[in-house]
């Protein structure tokens, strides 16, 4: 994709969460984001295929790529020169970013998962995000290693995330404390019921 339509997708991606928060609703019509995104109809289905209806997934995918490559840059800076953290500690500041820049798309985030069943979808529908984050997350932190561990490792820390979600949905505060705190202790069960074999060393 070149950098026109990169700049339209994610100008089309801000215009759909825009709608949402305040509409409150997940169908949201090509004409409103026309609209909203100050944009015509043929620009925008360079972007939202001819046949879609709800488009709350293809924009759900653009906001968590862009959001998960800007938490990995910061960690990025943040460890670079860290020679103390342990590899425990750097996995959960790294999942502890990707909520920080969760947090601001909360209220969208709880309305395009508004029940189990919607969660349930979402959840599938995105997996890829999922993976695609803690993979290049245990590249960053641990460099070079063996794919099958990787692999194992990648949907471990899915389930750390997926079940640190539900902290994130339920907690009315308006800060991650509650999160983090629960990804501390889901990644130390982790470590207690042997799912992580020793790969996050205290």
Known sequence: MNLDN?????????????????????KIS??????????SKEEVEKIVPNNSIDYRILFLKILISKLDKEALAELQLD????TI??????????????FEKYLQYKQSLKILSGNTKQRIKVFLEV??????????????IEKDQ???????????????????????????NKD???????????????????????IIEK
């Open 6 to 26: 990169e700049n339209l997708e994610w100008k089309l991606c801000k215009a759909y969460f825009s709608i949402l928060e305040m509409s409150k609703t997940s």
């Open 85 to 98: 953290s342990s590899t425990y500690d750097k996995i959960l500041e790294g999942l502890s970013l990707r």
């Open 79 to 82: 460890i670079a020169d860290d």
């Open 30 to 39: 090509l004409e409103k984001l026309c609209v909203e995104a100050k944009t």
């Open 146 to 172: 063996n794919c099958v561990i990787k692999n194992l490792k990648s949907l471990a820390l899915n389930i750390v995330f997926t079940k640190s979600l539900e902290i994130f949905f339920n907690d009315e």
């Open 176 to 198: 991650i404390d509650a999160v983090i705190r629960y990804l501390d202790k889901y990644l130390s069960d982790m470590e207690d019921i042997g799912l992580f074999m020793g």
């Open 127 to 140: 997996f890829r995000e999922n993976y695609n984050f803690t993979s290049n997350l245990l590249t960053l």
